[in-house]
């Protein structure tokens, strides 16, 4: 299988037709360059696999694995010549002009990466499986110490801590009992499973010993050295991998999304996001005892993941409960703290609860969640209204996003172009450079032409390495409210995200 040009004529092509940009079009060159090397190792090491199959026919005897490295080198092919339909695409794409040519020019530059780098990963992992064959049978003395002191670690591996931290987590968190207990049989089953497998191997391990070992033996000696280590691999690793999992439930934690930043160097763009995380930790759950910190900090992302997120400035863009594990968080964006809101018809919860007066229902926070409140409105808590909480509800149940518009055409209240973002963040990077003109409800004044170096926001999280503060602990004081009481409350529509 060869590619259809070669590399210089690609190149040629594509400076000569002029229609796509010329950081494009270097990387188009530099991949289809890439994509013939990896032709040519696909090739070589398939040769080579080949090979050492038949340079040891008594070990293959009978065995499924040359068939199967065939299969996985064919694959290997079949993914190449994917890629190369995409390069040759890419040359009748130069040609031609416009934003969505380059759009769809990219796409395919990025599937052709990615089809290359998977036959390269298929082709050298087959390779090293068959190396490992030739290596155990030239050295078996070296390969069956090897299994020895895999089976030696998993049988002398201590849960005895990693038990002791999910039963502690069980009495606290209940409600994952018995995910917690499932993913500690598993541990505790892998010394039963490398008893079994090493009992089975006694007599091909003797014959090894003794010089003697068929290749059908060796390649079950393989086996069980390749399910040994992997044994001992999970029963190292598993236990430190479930008390993290143990921690995650005394956590809730929110990612707000308190900056964005697109740069443009000549061709080539940089795409950035400041996101703040702040985190309560349970120190105590049955006293519901926590700590709330906070750390922020920039961080590079790519062009979808930033356009993904352009919309939701000061929104939590991911959140997770406490007692849940990290896996379980929610990535729908969401105002900052609505999470921690109880409905009105449960009244209250751990964070606080709901005050009448005037006819209206609003939401306060208890006092030793005042710090935590701060950390979310960005130190301008507006206080939650039942009819804001509704809406909240019916776009989370619907999985969109809440913006808090009283109508379709009245301006957004969270969100980039939200009237309390505006307020709120107009130190950012976001809105020094303009980020709300392209808005519809832009007001006059928003956002200038100069772009300053953003501040650290909350004086709570100055530092980036985020503050810790002391246990809390209290109960709601009878219809007391804590914050400010006016400002925009919007009745609760969607307001669509855009892409």
Not at 4 to 21: H, K, N, T, Y
Not at 223 to 230: C, G, I, N
Request: proline letters at 5%; charged letters at 25%; aromatic letters at 8%.
């Amino acid at each position: 299988m060869k590619l259809g040009l070669p590399i210089f004529g690609v190149a040629l092509l594509l400076s000569c037709a002029g229609g796509l940009p010329p950081s494009l079009q270097r990387d188009i060159g530099a991949e289809n360059a890439r994509l013939q090397t990896a032709e040519h190792d696909v090739e070589r090491l398939q040769d080579k696999v080949r090979q050492e199959v038949a340079q040891a026919p008594d070990l293959f005897a009978g065995a499924t694995e040359p068939a199967a490295w065939n299969s996985s080198f064919a694959a290997a092919r079949q993914s190449l010549a994917s890629a190369k339909s995409d390069a040759q695409e890419l040359v009748r794409l130069s040609h031609s002009r416009g934003k969505d040519v380059e759009t769809r020019a990219r796409r395919l530059l990025q599937e052709e990466r990615r089809l290359r780098e998977a036959a390269e990963n298929t082709s050298k992992t087959t390779e090293a499986s068959a190396a490992k064959w030739l290596a155990f049978r030239h050295d078996l003395a070296s390969s069956l110490d090897n299994m020895n002191r895999a089976y030696q670690a998993i049988r002398t591996a201590d849960l005895a801590s990693v038990a002791s931290a999910v039963a502690r987590t069980e009495k606290d968190w209940p409600a994952k009992a018995s995910e917690l207990d499932n993913r500690l049989a598993k541990l505790r089953a892998i010394p039963a499973q490398a008893d079994s497998k090493w009992t089975a191997t006694e007599a091909a391990r003797k014959d090894a010993s003794a010089g003697k070992a068929s290749g059908p033996q060796v390649a079950t000696l393989i086996e069980a050295d390749d399910d040994l280590a992997q044994q001992a691999k999970a029963i190292a690793a598993g236990p430190a991998e479930l008390q993290d999992q143990c921690g995650q439930l005394y956590d809730a934690w929110d990612k707000i999304l308190t900056d964005l930043d697109e740069s443009h160097f000549g061709g080539d763009s940089r795409y950035r996001e400041r996101v703040k995380t702040v985190r309560t930790h349970f120190t105590d759950v049955a006293k519901k005892l926590t700590e709330t910190h906070s750390d922020e900090h920039w961080t590079t992302v790519s062009e979808a993941s930033f356009h993904a997120v352009d919309n939701d400035l000061g929104m939590a863009i991911a959140h997770k409960d406490a007692g849940h594990f990290d896996s379980e968080a929610e990535n729908t964006p969401q105002p900052p703290g609505y999470a921690y809101v109880a409905s009105p018809e449960q009244g209250s919860n751990q964070y606080g609860y709901w005050t009448h007066s005037g006819g209206e229902s609003l939401w306060t926070f208890l006092p030793q969640y005042l710090l935590l409140r701060e950390l979310l409105w960005n130190r301008d808590y507006r206080p939650v209204a039942a009819a804001d909480y509704g809406a909240y509800r019916m776009a989370q149940r619907s999985g969109s996003s809440y913006y808090g518009q009283q109508t379709p055409a009245s301006p957004p209240k969270y969100g980039s172009h939200g009237t309390f973002t505006q307020t709120h963040y107009a130190d950012s990077r976001y809105v020094q450079a303009g980020g709300f003109k392209g808005s519809a409800y832009a007001s006059r004044g928003s956002g200038g032409s100069a772009r300053a170096e953003p501040q650290r926001g909350s004086a709570w999280s100055s530092d980036p390495a985020g503050k810790r503060f002391g246990k809390q602990a209290g109960s709601p004081p009878a219809g007391q409210r804590f914050g400010r009481s006016g400002g925009f409350r919007p009745s609760g529509r969607g307001f669509g995200r855009r892409r």
